[in-house]
């Protein structure tokens, strides 16, 4: 399945793409918003694999949007205005539907849409077969640093940016938590709260609803407490 989302403005829009959604079998609609600070919520909480994207609306139009979101998820831009179709692939959006939209345009644009997907996952899948590094690089400043997972003590989101606290120092990136989650190994790193992710091997304590990794105290949140209990505490308590 994958999983999309509706960037629009106009409800009588939102509610004819969500219609034809409905109709597309490979299709997932997991939220809608009227404003791209809407989709920037969005994308820091659940994955998201396609983005149907207004470019006229309030606050920040749909092209400004693209320009400033690192490593979006796949996007067909819905408008109503046909002259930003460069500049919109220009962008690398998958296609380009200007209103009305007709259920066949439509089709074909979300066909093109499971084929790049379809791509990515066999990418994917033969990169799993490969010895994983363990290192990563991520832009910082003006420059690219090497960063070992094992140094990692936890990650913090801020925004569009997140700062990687290692026993080194800390470093600020333009990414989403979501962007770096998907690259960390599951069993050793959990998400702890919509802001953190924490190495497991580096908790010294949980004390309340906070986790001590040597100065820094970490919250949890709410929604990850059973979670965290589980892996963290449960799996490793010793017991009479």
Same mark, same amino acid.
Not at 31 to 40: E, K, Q, R, V
Not at 78 to 96: I, K
Not at 122 to 151: G, M, Q, V
Not at 161 to 178: A, W
């Given at each position: ?48 694999? /396609?983005?149907? #994207? =207004?470019?006229?609306?309030?606050? +920040?139009?749909?092209?400004? *949007? $693209? !320009? ?22 220009? /962008?690398?959006? #998958? =296609?380009?539907?200007?209103?009305? +939209?007709?259920?066949?345009? *439509? $089709? !074909? ?132």
């Amino acid at each position: 399945m994958i999983k999309c989302v509706i960037i629009d403005d106009e409800p009588l829009a939102v509610e004819c793409i969500a219609s034809y959604i409905k109709e597309v079998s490979f299709l997932q609609l997991v939220g809608t918003g009227s404003n791209p600070l809407d989709l920037n919520a969005m994308l820091d909480e659940q994955p998201i694999d /396609l983005i149907f #994207l =207004d470019i006229e609306m309030p606050f +920040i139009n749909g092209i400004e *949007f $693209l !320009k400033m979101t690192p490593d979006p998820p796949m996007v067909i831009i819905t408008t109503a205005y046909p002259s930003y179709a460069l500049e919109g692939f220009q /962008l690398d959006v #998958l =296609d380009y539907l200007v209103k009305p +939209i007709t259920f066949n345009r *439509f $089709l !074909k644009a979300v066909n093109k849409s499971k084929d790049y997907h379809q791509l990515l996952h066999a990418n994917s899948r033969s990169a799993s077969h490969e010895e994983t590094p363990d290192y990563f690089f991520i832009k910082c400043d003006y420059k690219y640093e090497k960063l070992y997972f094992k140094d990692i003590l936890y990650i913090e989101a801020m925004q569009n940016y997140i700062t990687i606290h290692t026993q080194k120092g800390k470093y600020i990136t333009l990414l989403y938590l979501k962007n770096i989650e998907e690259k960390l190994n599951p069993q050793a790193f959990i998400r702890v709260h919509k802001s953190y992710i924490v190495s497991i091997s580096k908790i010294e304590s949980i004390e309340n609803n906070d986790i001590i990794i040597q100065t820094h105290r970490i919250p949890i949140s709410r929604n990850y407490q059973t979670e965290v209990l589980g892996r963290v505490v449960n799996d490793r308590l010793w017991k009479k």
